[in-house]
């Protein structure tokens, strides 16, 4: 039997490793899937199926996307409930010496996927681990997009099929033992929509889970997170936590805290109450008009949206909690100025939580700089009108934004001189690519001249007509470009054209994912 060829076989070690994934395989300008990934997409994504010569006498069934458009594809392959894998090709195959390196950059799944265009701004994505260890239930459930990460512990079904419900995950994964436990999460997984998969053993262990926490926080004993009282939900929390590095590749920097809760914090709601009294959604037709959440929602953020979610999906029952937020409300009513002001300081703050996120795993694009940029601009208006409320939570915030504002100018400042700073950005060799994450950011193009002159040694009056006069070219031919120009003739509406904002994207989207940004 002849022997598959080079490629193929690259591609069919890479599948072995990610066997419960479909894999994107980059092929020039497109991903390709072959085989059974191939079937299944072309199925599910109503794609042509055709084929490819891997070195046997059949042709190998193979369906691929455009990679600049693989998003929009990944995402309904996600919320369909599978796993995607993204191999990458990690040098340019131009100067590659024989097959292009290539490795899978990361695993996008239900509980992981950044994509806005996947998200619902308003709700968390909560990824839920389960690690059944008989009479106890230990539970562990992060918010990948936000950085929120929960521990807990529950002692049976019902309370265990109570907080899936509270919290409703997009996806569920649980150790090996689950499976004999006798739980039977089908109905509330098909009536929720949730993706669930059984992972190994090793993930559940206990020492590697203790280390993979004291490793990602910094810290040399968990008294530190205050856990030691959840024993199981440690193994849950560290299992969870190795998920993600695997499957994502990257640091999880804004990953910043380990929360515990009991579910006795809060007031019990079991599912049945949960849809009579349609908190968020109404009870026959499913949708959040009608419900209460849509009664009381008027928040101008992201952020708020999802955290009032939260206070009417687990009401408070501790006495001075409950004083105390009645406290902020009432400062509120009672100015109605300042109140207004900080409605309209935080209209066009953006959502920085999942911001954060994104650039802390490379994967945010100019668009995302911009708003993150604009919202820390208005963080030192919030502070100042915080700073003349008296009751107890609004002194907690201002202090706290105090401390952050502080943080984040500094941050972006840095954040920002190191993208623009030509010697750190060693992983795009496309000197185009660097010229057009500049003029996105900057949004016009008179700093261009002042950027190039900065970093190389140009004669006075040089410029180019458009973005596309730079397409492809090396950065020794822009620069024999660059020198041959003797006047500076930009188009006046450029930066404002769909078409070539979008040109802007489609690069900077793909490289910027390989930068290695600064620690603070």
Known sequence: MAEYSPMMQHYLATKKQYNDCILFYRLGDFYEMFFDDAITVSKELELTLTGKDCGQEERAPMCGVPFHAAETYINRLVSNGHKVAICEQMEDPKLAKGIVKREVIKVVTPGTNLNAQALDETKNNYLFCIYYQGDVIGVSICDFSTGDYFVTELKSENELIDEINKFVPSEIIVNEYFAMSGIDL?????????????????????????????????????????????????????????????????????????????????????????????????????????SLIWVLDKTKTAMGARAL???????????????????????????????????????????????????????????????????????????????????????????????????????????????????????????????????????????????????????????????????????????????????????????????????????????YTHLTLPTT
């Open 186 to 290: 089908t109905a509330v997984n098909e009536k929720l929509n949730i993706s669930m998969s059984t992972l190994e053993n090793w993930y559940f262990d206990e020492d590697s889970s203790i280390k993979k926490l004291l490793s990602h926080f910094k810290i040399s004993a968990l008294d530190g997170l205050g856990v030691k009282d959840y024993p199981t939900g440690i193994i849950a929390a560290g299992a969870l936590l190795t998920y993600l590095y695997e499957t994502q590749k990257s640091d999880m920097s804004h990953i910043i805290t380990l929360t515990p809760y009991t579910t006795g914090k809060y007031m019990l709601i079991d599912s049945s109450s949960r849809r009579n009294l349609e908190l968020v959604e109404t009870l026959r037709e499913k949708q959040k008009r009608g």
């Open 309 to 511: 979610r939260s206070m009417i999906e687990q009401p408070l029952i501790n006495k001075d909690e409950i004083i105390n937020r009645q406290n902020v409300v009432e400062e509120l009513c009672n100015n109605q100025i300042d109140r207004e002001e900080l409605r309209e300081y935080m209209n066009p703050i953006y959502d920085l939580e999942r911001l954060m996120t994104k650039i802390s795993c490379k994967s945010a694009n100019p668009r995302d700089l911009i708003a993150f940029r604009n919202s820390l601009e208005m963080l030192p208006y919030i502070k100042q009108i915080i700073g003349n409320f008296k009751s107890n939570l609004f002194k907690k915030y201002y202090e706290e934004i105090k401390k952050d504002s502080k943080h984040g100018q500094k941050l972006l400042s840095k954040f920002v001189d190191y993208i623009f700073n030509l010697d750190n950005i060693k992983e795009i060799n496309d000197f185009s690519t660097k010229i057009r994450f500049y003029i996105y950011y900057n949004s016009h193009f008179k700093e261009l001249d002042r950027f190039i002159n900065n970093h190389f040694s140009m004669p006075q009056g040089f410029s180019f007509r458009t973005i596309s006069d730079i397409k492809g070219n090396t950065e020794k031919d822009l620069i024999k470009f660059f020198k041959s120009k003797s006047s500076y003739e930009i188009e006046p509406n450029y930066s404002t054209s769909n078409e070539n904002i979008y040109e802007i994207l489609y690069v900077t989207s793909v490289s």
